[in-house]
T-cell receptor, first 111, second 114 residues
Framework: RKEVEQDPGPFNVPEGATVAFNCTYS??????FFWYRQDCRKEPKLLMS???SGNEDGRFTAQLNRASQYISLLIRDSKLSDSATYLC????????????FGTGTKLQVIP | DAGVIQSPRHEVTEMGQEVTLRCKPI?????LFWYRQTMMRGLELLIY????????DSGMPEDRFSAKMPNASFSTLKIQPSEPRDSAVYFC????????????FGDGTRLSIL
């Protein structure tokens, strides 16, 4: 089993739709979680951190479910500019901060 | 504030040549990561430095790859000799290790080995 797994998609959704992605992780000792966005031929950029209580940033909501070992990203009122690949990142701390990126979920928002 | 700076942005060279990629992390960041990204394999961690010391190089493909961090503001990733299968985008990222902070990526170096 991969350490971090994501559905590669693509998710094709119309403008204005709500879309959600999940990301599962295998290491129960994982401590920090993030969502990154990567546009075609660009570097990954931090979208938002994921906190235990869940957090929201505008149209974006991130949640963590430690019991089931997954994180989620919800995008409301999708915009064309949301089209990108969304990478989840899981970090295990301690003496060595092991960071694992998922392979990403591709989102295409259609006019 | 300046982000992570990588150079060159693009590199095209013939197989067998030595390739050196450079990275300047964000000032004050004490952890630096080198990644390779391809369509087939996604984003792969090659090596991770903390306070200029290599902590985990298990992702380095083979002896042809080497990385150094002589000081807190500079790192290199070298491939010698290069092969066509090394063609990929190479990213450098930095972060503050304490508190499990997120990584910040440079623009990447797009490497093509002919």
């Amino acid at each position: 089993r991969k350490e971090v797994e994501q559905d590669p998609g693509p998710f094709n959704v119309p403008e204005g739709a709500t879309v959600a992605f999940n990301c599962t992780y295998s290491n129960s000792a994982s401590q920090s979680f993030f969502w990154y966005r990567q546009d075609c031929r660009k570097e990954p950029k931090l979208l938002m951190s994921v906190y235990s209580s869940g957090n929201e940033d505008g149209r974006f909501t991130a949640q963590l479910n430690r019991a089931s070992q997954y994180i989620s990203l919800l995008i409301r009122d999708s915009k064309l500019s949301d089209s990108a690949t969304y990478l989840c990142v899981v970090t295990k701390g301690g003496g060595y901060q092991k960071v694992t990126f998922g392979t990403g979920t591709k989102l295409q928002v259609i006019p | 504030d300046a982000g992570v700076i990588q150079s060159p942005r693009h590199e095209v060279t013939e197989m067998g040549q030595e390739v050196t990629l450079r990275c300047k992390p964000i000032s004050g960041h004490n952890s630096l990561f080198w990644y390779r990204q391809t369509m087939m394999r996604g984003l792969e961690l090659l090596i991770y430095f903390n306070n200029n010391v290599p902590i985990d190089d298990s992702g380095m493909p083979e002896d042809r790859f080497s990385a150094k961090m002589p000081n807190a503001s500079f790192s290199t990733l070298k491939i010698q000799p290069s092969e066509p299968r090394d063609s990929a985008v190479y990213f450098c990222a930095s972060t503050v290790r304490e508190g499990n902070q997120p990584q910040h990526f440079g623009d990447g170096t797009r490497l093509s080995i002919l």
